[in-house]
């Protein structure tokens, strides 16, 4: 009997692993962009600003987590990684990822997360925005940056994806992300309450 019951416990533990990144929301998927190397106002990181928050997120969620990367990866140094990104944005470029997610259409709700750079998200966020179908899906934006907020990019990714829905986004200082833990854990809870979606 009691063999019983723990396999009966143990069938229900992996039901529920099984169903953890579906939700009211759907299956969720976390996409993020995040650098490492020098950092304004925050020093020479080891694991990016956003990276920490998606990985929250994903944690909360029941997500299954996702970096963005590109082909040529950015410079270290902050001051030739800002060169690069002022002249990106001005062109309106489209660098090259280098990463793909294989079953993107299974995904009901994507999280969409980067660091702001020059008041946007870097131009490899358009380039995933742009390499998938987001028809009917559900987008949440989030950024991390030095003081300028979310910086529209909810109106522009409505733009990039007119028939998604964009859900309310979230704004956090990179430097509160790296060195403040339990503060960046409490304000995704928060924002995650009022998305209510976990409900």
């Not at 940056?145 to 986004?169: E, M, W, Y």
């Amino acid at each position: 009997m009691k063999k019983f019951l723990a396999l009966l416990v143990l069938v229900g533990m992996i039901f529920t692993f099984g169903q953890s990144s579906v939700s009211a929301q759907g299956k969720i998927l976390v996409a993020y962009f995040s650098r490492v190397g020098e950092e304004y106002g925050v020093g020479n990181i080891k694991k990016g600003n956003t990276a920490i928050v998606a990985e929250i997120i994903a944690q909360k969620t029941g997500a299954d987590l996702f970096e963005i990367k590109t082909v040529k990866t950015y410079p270290n140094s902050y001051d030739e990684c800002t060169k690069i990104a002022s002249r990106e944005k001005a062109q309106n470029a489209r660098p090259e990822l280098a990463t793909r997610v294989n079953n993107f259409d299974d995904y009901d709700t994507v999280f969409i997360g980067s660091p702001i750079w020059y008041g946007d998200a870097p131009m490899a966020i358009y380039t995933f925005l742009e390499s998938y179908d987001f028809s009917g899906k559900k987008i949440i934006p989030f950024v991390t940056h030095g003081g300028s907020g979310l910086s529209g990019v909810d109106q522009r990714f409505t733009l990039a994806c007119p028939n998604s829905k964009i859900l309310q986004g979230f704004a956090i200082r990179g430097a509160t992300a790296q060195n403040n833990y339990s503060e960046t854990e409490s304000q995704v809870d928060k924002w995650l309450d009022k998305l209510e979606i976990l409900k």
